[in-house]
């Protein structure tokens, strides 16, 4: 889980909902599509928030950033039946928020008299589980995209530790109340405790977020983190059969509890990858260095990084 530095929108930044051929997905945006389009996916038990911090260094960089609460996370809404929460499910839910996104992009162009949009095509970036439902996108269509990141995303399923834990908590839910799961996981996490550093209004979000979570979603999405097959040479193949290339960049702390840092450089290497490791980061270099990794992934978009 990532935990925002800070929950405040800066004046540049707005919510609002955005409707979908799919639904409503609840989402994040500043900025303007002078250089593109970036769409922001969360993690497991994550939010539009966790990019919070990202959203104005992109924007300054002449990106139009939009971050996304998927089905059934926070305050996106979903229905209380595991499958809708598929993994090709989920993919279909991120192909249409890129066809809205595109559209309105459309419709910018139209204002402005015409001319190409920068937004044609979308820049997508997975955070963690996130990366594994963007990865299943690319797989289903990769047309609409500029660009894919993984960012702290590995090739299957997890580490063996967080498999251990994402089985106790499919083992409460459904016989635990949530509060008492919310209470259980932290003590099992420090990252999701509050401790002195963590200002209160945060504490209190973390908290409310996880209670927002439909639990069907959780079981479902716990489920993929565990049996998530090894995609990377699918996803390769698929890549080097496109009729224009789609770089790839896989971006993580220099540590990594989900899946370890080496795992990390090796999926980058059988994908052509540009392999970006932001120093002084853990699992959430959106969250906890925002700053660096806002300029990592401008100079990737600008087609300043190579591998």
Known sequence: MSKPPFLGLPPTVRARRLPTARGEFAVHEAGEPTAGTALLLPGFTGSKEDFIALLGPLAAGGYRVVAVDGRGQHETDGPRDESAYAQPELARDLLAVTAALR????????????????????????????????????????????????MSSGPGAVSAAQQRRLKMLLGALGVMEMEEIWQAMRELDPVEAADEE????????????????????????????????????ELADALAALPEPLPVNVISGSVDYAWPVPLLDETAVRLGAVRTVVAGAGHSPNAERPEETARALVSFWSGGLSR
């Open 103 to 150: 559209e309105e992009a459309d419709g910018l162009r139209e204002d402005a008299a015409g001319g190409e949009s920068p937004a044609e095509r979308v820049h997508l970036l997975g955070h963690s589980l996130g990366g594994l439902i963007a990865r299943a996108a690319v797989l289903l269509d990769a047309s609409p995209f500029a660009s894919l990141t993984l």
């Open 198 to 233: 963590t200002p209160p209004e945060v504490a209190e979000f973390l908290h409310r977020r996880f209670m927002a979570h439909v639990p069907e979603q959780l079981s479902a999405t716990a489920h993929q983190l565990i049996a998530e097959p090894d995609r990377i040479d």
